[in-house]
């Protein structure tokens, strides 16, 4: 035997050495497959069986008694969550905040709220000027008085022209809309920032936060006979 068939036969062996776990792993019996050491079936790999199980009765008991104990205030005779009564009592701008003990922000609240709230009464009333006066040049009798009129309004009655009362009406719905949806924004913010501020009542902002990790050894998925686990390494955040 010639040295090239040496080096082909022990090349041979090194490859079968290193298939031969692998092999014998993936001949190892499933139960849950006949088909597995079938040499006509090819091989594939299971998925993940794990099924997520309905919540028993048991369950949904210890949920509901989790909920009653958070429920901790009473509203018009109710019991409530914090943060729900916190939200309830934000219907009427400010009182949130003050059910937080957070008498900075109404400042903020009031001023904000109500000066959307003044624009908009503002645009209002100039789109109902400007509409009535329009309506009123409707009237061949007023219609015949030069332009501008003072009988048409404070403002609208300093217009020169029958179409620059049209584009009023157009200008002033225009920001009327707009500010009936920034009043609705501020209105909801304000709400929102109640019922944040009862979330975070109780939540954990001592010096006592910990932030650990360390090495350890997570299962993964793969085939029946791998490896079960492997490395990595876990982060946790612990509280006092």
Partial sequence: ?????????????????????RAACAQVYDPTNPNANNPAVPKTIRPDTARVRKPTAAAKRKKA?????????????????RPAKAGYLALVPGLGQIYNRRWWKLPIVYGGVGTVVGILIFEQKGFNEYTHAAELLADPAVAAKPLPNPDLGARAGRERSAAS???????YRHYRDAFILYTGVAY????????????LHSFDVSDDLTLRWQPTLLPVPGPVGGLPIAPGMAVALHFK
């Fill in 1 to 21: 035997m010639n040295n090239y068939s040496l080096r082909l036969w022990a090349l041979l062996l090194v490859v079968m050495a290193a298939l031969g776990p």
């Fill in 65 to 81: 008694a989790e909920d009653s104990v958070r429920r901790t205030e009473t509203l018009f005779g109710f019991r409530v969550t």
């Fill in 165 to 171: 009362i049209q584009n009023g009406i157009v200008f």
């Fill in 188 to 199: 909801g913010i304000q709400i929102l920032d109640a019922i944040v501020d009862a979330h």
